[in-house]
Structure formats: structure tokens, C-alpha cells
């Protein structure tokens, strides 16, 4: 069992930056594929950047390729999000999940956090 809590959300304004972090409780903390998702408004679930329990194997959408930088501290059991030259288009709710294999889709995630809002204003 993980359980994963989000945090870091808030208010930004274009151009800033913001990191959010994912805890995660359990012992299979670090052997569990760490991915981050949002949902915008009226719109569905999306992938956002995925990484390996060694954080050895990294992916990012093509949307955030170049301005996301995901992370972890096994250490810590807390993967990180960091977004910078933030959008008003990257406003959303962001979560972070967790699959034993590696997962860009939402059905194929197994935990999930409770979501943290971004909302990023021109």
C-alpha cells in the first residue's frame, strides 16, 4: 500500500515557477514508478512526466517537455515537480500517482494522491 499526498500548488503568475512535491508513505516507496497528472478544467486527466524508482528512467508530455523537471528523493519518499515558465494553459489540478511498472495513462496508475491546484494567471 502507498499512500501519496501533494503539495506545493498555489497561485503563480506567467512565467513564474512552482515545485510540488509528492510524499509518499510505505516501504515500497522507492521501488514504485512515480507519475505526475493534471486535469484542467472541463477536461480529462492528462500525463505530465513520469519517473523510475531509481530515477533513472525519466518521460515527459511533448506540452511540458523543456520547462517540467520531475524528481525524487527516496531518502525522503518525495518525488518533485518542478514547473517553470508557467502558462495560464497549465493551470489545473495536478496529482501525483504510483504503479510498480512504468505508466503514462491513468488507468494504469495504482495510487493516487488527492490533487494539488495550480493556477497560473497572464
Known amino acids: 500500500q502507498v499512500q501519496l499526498v501533494e503539495s506545493g500548488g498555489g497561485l503563480a503568475q506567467a512565467g513564474d515557477s512552482l515545485r510540488l512535491s509528492c510524499a509518499g508513505s510505505g516501504r515500497t516507496f522507492s521501488n514504485q514508478f512515480i507519475g505526475w497528472f493534471r486535469q484542467k478544467p472541463g477536461k480529462e486527466r492528462e500525463f505530465v512526466a513520469v519517473?523510475?524508482?531509481?530515477?533513472?528512467?525519466?518521460s515527459y508530455a511533448t506540452s511540458v517537455k523543456g520547462r517540467c523537471t520531475v524528481s525524487r528523493d527516496n531518502a525522503k519518499n518525495t518525488a518533485y515537480l518542478q514547473m517553470n515558465s508557467l502558462k495560464p494553459e497549465d493551470t489545473a489540478v495536478y496529482y501525483c500517482?504510483?504503479?510498480?511498472?512504468?505508466?503514462?495513462?491513468?488507468?494504469?496508475?495504482?495510487?493516487w494522491g488527492q490533487g494539488t491546484q495550480v493556477t497560473v494567471s497572464s
Open positions: 519517473i523510475s524508482g531509481s530515477g533513472a528512467t525519466i
Open positions: 500517482a504510483a504503479s510498480a511498472l512504468w505508466f503514462d495513462k491513468t488507468y494504469d496508475a495504482t495510487y
